[in-house]
Structures are given as C-alpha cells and as structure tokens.
C-alpha cells in the first residue's frame, strides 16, 4: 500500500499547463499529486508522469465530492493546491456551456469547501487570466485595474471564481491567491492539437509546420507569456509569505494576433517553409500596447522565455511531431 508523503503539492487540472507545473516541481524532486478527467488531456504524458516516483495520480471530475475527497486522501499532508482544471477555450464549439459552467464554477466551490472543512494551511492558486481586464486591454493594467467586458462564458468565469476565492479567504481563512495569466503558449508535455483549445501562437504554429494557412481575426493587443513562466509565476504566488487573498499578473509580452502571425512566418522563413495568412495580416505598429504590471515583479519574477523564442522552439516542435 502506498504510504503518504509527509508534504505533498496537489494539482487541480493535469493539462497543459498543469503538465509542465508537474514537471516542474518533479525536477524540484517534490511530491506530487494530480487530479484529471481527460476532457482535452493527452494520457500519454500522464503515463510518463506515473514512472516517476513522487509522482500519484487520480483520474475522476472535480465537480464530483467524493472524487476532490479521495485525491485529498491520496495526497495527505498538501502544501499547497493549484487549481488548473478548468473548460479554458472560447471557442463556443469546445464545450456546451452547461459543461463549462460545472466545471469552471461549480468544481472550484466544491474543491474550496473540502479545504476548508480540512483548514488547509498552505496556499491555493487559481490559474486565472488578463483577460478579465476586457478587450481591448487598458492602456496600463495593475492588478487593481477592474473587470473589463466579456464576450465567452469560459474568460467570464474568471471573475466569479476569483471572488469566490477571495470569499473563502474571508470567511474561512484560507490562503487564496488569482495569477491572472497572458495568453499562454509553448512547449509543454500536454500539448494541445485539437484547435478548439489551442492558443493563436500554438496553432499558428502548428498549422504553418503543416502547411495548413491560418487566419488573424482581432487586431487587439494580448498578454501573451511561456508556458515556462506561467509556471514559474504560479509557483511565486504559492511562496508568497501572506494571509488573505492576493491577486498577481503575470504577462511577459504584449502582443496582437498579427505581430504573432508575422513572428510565425519570420520563423517559417528561416526554416525555408511557406506561410500562408488570411484576414488582417502584418503588424501595426501605430496600434498601442498596453503596459502589463506585475506586483510578482517585487519579489524577482522576470520573463525567461520571449516571444520569439517560444515561437521557434513551438514551430520546432510540431516541425518534429508532423515527421
């Protein structure tokens, strides 16, 4: 019978970004427990995670109470919680929206009420996104700035789950904490192929390694940031030395759907591969870009992966995987 480790960090969502946090914190030879239900889950990288000894993981819904009990069970004496899992496209043909909202809403809910009846000690972060700062984006965005305007019901659950996170703080005395995420991109060991989920740079990407033309349908500005520093932000907020509830962004470029299309065909280019781009293509440059502030920066989050180089590095990728 497998025995508990003594400090244990459990994840919420094994996905994209939930897979590359769990290699991260294994190369950090922590223990580690995942929760999925592969809805949009590759299980071949969780196959591989299984090889690894500090790595344990339960498959089942987090809307489910009993399944958020057996994997708080499995996990034993957690440090810290990552909620990751989450219906995040939208593309409205990725989910019906009864899905999204029982897993984007109702999950979180269900998760914060079993820590808290366990009074979880160690912090809980919620991959949440700057999207909720609207589109187009403020000129300046602080973690201050309020909720701009929605237009999908996955970005739009954000704001209630933050709240939600900020509640239980309140009244139950939890350490909370929202990374409001950029428009996240790289090489992770979950990716994404299925174009409903993916993010522009990653199915630009994918799409130009194909052969296959892609289209640029917003002229608006994003934060943009490397799967690696996504990482490396949620796990800052983790450490963050505070009661409460604390909001961070976390947004290492800002770009629009053109300046990354242009990046894809200037990558393209050097590989001597033909791109092909429909709608508004070609960067602007008289186009503003707001300026993304992150209090993470006060306690020495700096960006490791550009833009550029996580766009060579992705084209590389699915260079590989189409051969």
Known sequence: MLQSPSVTTLIFGV???????????????????????FFSTDRRAIDGFCQAPGFRFFEGSIVDRPTV???????????????????????????????????????????????????????????SSTRVYGSPLPTEVT?????????????????????????????????TRSV???LTYGVAPVMKTDPRFMTAPNLFCRRAASGEPFEVRSADPLGLIHVDDAVQALLMAADVDAVG?????????????SDVAELVRASADVREIEVTIRGNGGSDLRIRRPVIHSKLENIGFTRRRGLAQGIDETFDHFLVRGQ
């Open 245 to 257: 509830y604390q909001v961070f962004n976390a947004a290492t470029d800002v770009a629009t759907v």
């Open 15 to 37: 996905g994209y970004i939930g897979s590359r946090l769990v290699q991260e914190l294994l190369y950090q030879a922590r223990d580690v427990v995942g929760v999925d239900n």
């Open 180 to 182: 409001r995420l950029g």
């Open 69 to 127: 009990e057996r994997a708080l069970d499995l996990a034993g004496d957690i440090d810290s919680v990552f909620l990751l899992a989450a219906q995040a496209s939208a593309n409205p043909a990725a989910a019906a929206v009864e899905y999204t909202e029982d897993v984007n809403l109702r999950a979180p809910r269900v998760i914060l009420e079993a820590l808290a009846e366990r009074r979880l000690m160690g912090s809980i972060v919620y991959a």
């Open 143 to 175: 973690e201050e700035s309020p909720f701009g305007v929605f237009v999908d019901y996955a970005h739009l659950s954000k704001c209630y789950v933050e709240k939600l996170l900020e509640m239980f703080s309140v009244t139950q005395g939890l350490a």
